[in-house]
């Protein structure tokens, strides 16, 4: 059989209840090499594991060895987004295929590791990258950025990605128990009831002016289909101008992608990839599929947590002269990985590094912005009063008990919460409880544009024009 392959941008944080959205079929594999120095330590190979498996001093099976092997075959690239899969594993991407699956809707990823006070060596935990939108980690509050210290109990810091992940997973109705750690020091737990999680991708809406506003979630199957239908929309509205939202996008196909820059350039090359093998290396041009008049003005938003198949597009936009970046640097993951089946089980591996349409590798770097837009930084008062409030957890009570606030309900509060919390401006804390009433809401508002300042510069520039 002929073994099949399919490119893809590895989600920087990996759904947790989702490893990928495409599952990969192949024969065993059956290579053997012709270097000679490879010939001579797969023969040795062959000795240690004929050996232990005559001579340890229990019976062992052959499969549990070889399955010890090639994780470690894996973990010695030390690259995060190769690695063995279980036959657990591979499991999880059949039930990725079908769009739905048992979880608490997380991207997770194991890049992040915390800076060790002095004198301590601190362990490698798993960052959340972003929560999707009505899952029971985005009900709970968990925000990118957050770090998961513990799942039921055991440390995430000796743990595998995916054996996080398989952790994360399971039945309908389930729970799980986490510790999550928010700054440098303040932790909580989290029990969380999985869910079906539907793999979200693009939401949209006019804002006033004849401002279009499109959030891309992730570069599924479907996302190019989905822009083309808020396009549509869009027309239908007459709008002006577009903003295109990335924060907090980890990526996803690499096809997906290039289908949704397709939308907006009519020729020229959207990405590139280059590698040491020569089938490897491609140019990725668009197919004169533009629905998006090329001289519409454009502004895509951008932050830490825009990563891999997002930085794809904003680099294209950026190097293309197509619209204007505006938020923070990108994540700065520029590989392409392959998924193999092998036997029950599989690998992905890291085959190409992707290059914007002027040659730049963003790999570990990132992409910056046109003008940088964040929000102002904590003082050293502001963070302990806000360790002080995420620990006392009152504002998830009160969206608990207050549904659906009035303003003078929502006042008061924010007064109570200034005489505890005095740090603590009116803005961040009537920001904090708009945010924690939407994760309670079935259908949360497509944006804010009262207190997303990085939105507000947005629409400002495109009113500028």
Sequence with gaps: MKEKKVPWTFLTGI??????FALVTAAPLAAESRDGKTQRLL???????????????????????MEGAYKGLFESLDDPHSAYLTAADMRGLRDTTSGEFGGVGLF???QFVQKPAEGQAEPSYVEVVASI?????????????????????????????????????????????????RGPSYSFDVALTRAKIQVPTVTWAMLPGGTAYMRIIQFTPYTAEKTAE??????????????????????????????????????????STRSRLES?????????????????????????????????????????????????????????????????????LTMSRYYTPNGISIDKTGIAPDKEVKEPEFTEA???????????????????????????????????????????????????????????????PVYDLEYDTVLQEAVKHLSAR
């Design 15 to 20: 759904l947790a209840g989702m490893l990928i």
């Design 43 to 65: 023969y040795l190979f062959q000795y240690v594991l004929n050996f232990v498996q005559n001579n340890y001093v229990d019976e062992v099976d052959p499969d549990v060895l």
């Design 108 to 110: 997770i990823n194991k």
């Design 133 to 181: 939108e009505n899952t029971p980690a985005y009900k709970a509050g968990i925000l990118a950025g957050d770090l998961i210290v513990k799942v039921e109990g055991d440390s995430t810091g000796g743990l595998s990605l995916d054996e996080v992940v398989d952790k994360l997973r399971g039945p309908v109705g389930s729970a799980v128990n986490i510790t999550i750690r």
């Design 230 to 271: 808020a396009v549509a929309f869009f027309a239908g509205q007459n709008y002006k101008n577009m903003i295109i939202d990335l924060r907090g996008n980890p990526g996803g196909l690499l096809d997906s992608v290039v289908n949704v820059a397709d939308l907006f350039f009519d020729d020229g090359v959207i990405v």
């Design 280 to 348: 490897e290396n491609k140019v990725f041009p668009a197919k004169s599929g533009v629905i998006v008049p090329e001289n519409l003005p454009l502004v895509v938003l951008i932050d830490g947590n825009s990563a891999s198949a997002a930085e794809i597009f904003a680099g294209a936009v950026k190097d293309r002269g197509r619209g204007f970046l505006m938020g923070a640097k990108t994540y700065g993951k520029g590989s392409v990985q392959q998924v193999h089946a092998v036997g029950k089980g599989g690998f992905r």
């Design 382 to 444: 502001e963070s302990a009063d806000f360790g002080k409030l995420l620990t006392a957890r009152v504002i998830s009570q009160f969206a608990k008990d207050t549904a659906a606030p009035t303003e003078a309900q929502t006042a008061s509060f924010t007064a109570e919460l200034r005489k505890a919390y005095p740090a603590l401006s009116e803005r961040l804390l009537r920001r904090l409880i708009r945010a924690e009433i939407n994760r309670h809401l079935t259908t949360p």
